[in-house]
């Protein structure tokens, strides 16, 4: 079993859609949480980060992290054709550690 | 601010040859960087974990005589993948944490090898 997990899409949605992006773990010592934008052919933009559990805001993007249920999330609210890209979680132990990555999904925001 | 460059963009070379990618931080010193590997629709792996003026700490099963990686300054990784075979074609990603930071790694924009 990986210690992330992630569906790899494809998700395709239409323009102006609220986008839920998810990633489930099995590892309780992750603390904490990121997401990751990659384009094709780029390498990783972070996102979001987020400590523990509880809810994080930056403008359309909201993550959410539940260390009960091992789950994260990523919402993306009126979402536009530029947000198509692929989106990975990450999570890691503690400072300095090894970021553990999720397969990504690829996402697909029709005009 | 946090701009991590990675050069060459693309390179292609023949088998048996050897090949090395560089991977700056420019604005900020990297204590610690980071090589990974991406194939085509799968997530990033990581090779390697490098501390400026210390040897490389490699994942298991990667090959540390194949993959040579120097961090030299604060600022300079570079990966060497040597006697390359078409199965070492691949998308190669540096990143960068920042000194004194806590989680955060800033990725570069990746080098596409392509091993003829």
């Known amino acids: 079993q990986k210690e992330v997990e992630q569906d790899p899409g494809p998700l395709s949605v239409p323009e102006g859609a609220i986008v839920s992006l998810n990633c489930t773990y099995s590892?309780?010592?992750?603390?904490?949480f990121m997401w990751y934008r990659q384009y094709s052919r780029k390498g990783p933009e972070l996102l979001m980060y987020?400590?523990?559990?509880g809810n994080k805001e930056d403008g359309r993007f909201t993550a959410q992290v539940d260390k009960s249920s091992k789950y994260i999330s990523l919402f993306i609210r009126d979402s536009q054709p530029s947000d198509s890209a692929t989106y990975l979680c990450?999570?890691?132990?503690?400072?300095?550690?090894?970021?553990?990555f999720g397969q990504g999904t690829e996402l697909s925001v029709k005009p | 601010g946090a701009v991590v460059s990675q050069h060459p963009s693309w390179v292609i070379c023949k088998s048996g040859t050897s090949v090395k990618i560089e991977c700056r931080s420019l604005?900020?010193?990297?204590?610690?960087m980071f090589w990974y590997r991406q194939f085509p629709k799968q997530s990033l792996m990581l090779m390697a974990t490098s501390n400026e003026g210390s040897k490389a700490t490699y994942e298991q099963g990667v090959e540390k005589d194949k993959f040579l990686i120097n961090h030299a300054s604060l600022t300079l990784s570079t990966l060497t993948v040597t006697s390359a075979h078409p199965e070492d074609s691949s998308f190669y990603i540096c990143s960068a944490s920042v000194a004194g930071g806590l989680y955060e790694q800033y990725f570069g924009p990746g080098t596409r090898l392509t091993v003829t």
């Open positions: 987020t400590y523990s559990s």
């Open positions: 604005d900020f010193q990297a204590t610690t």
């Open positions: 590892n309780s010592a992750f603390q904490y």
């Open positions: 990450a999570m890691i132990r503690n400072q300095g550690g090894k970021l553990i």
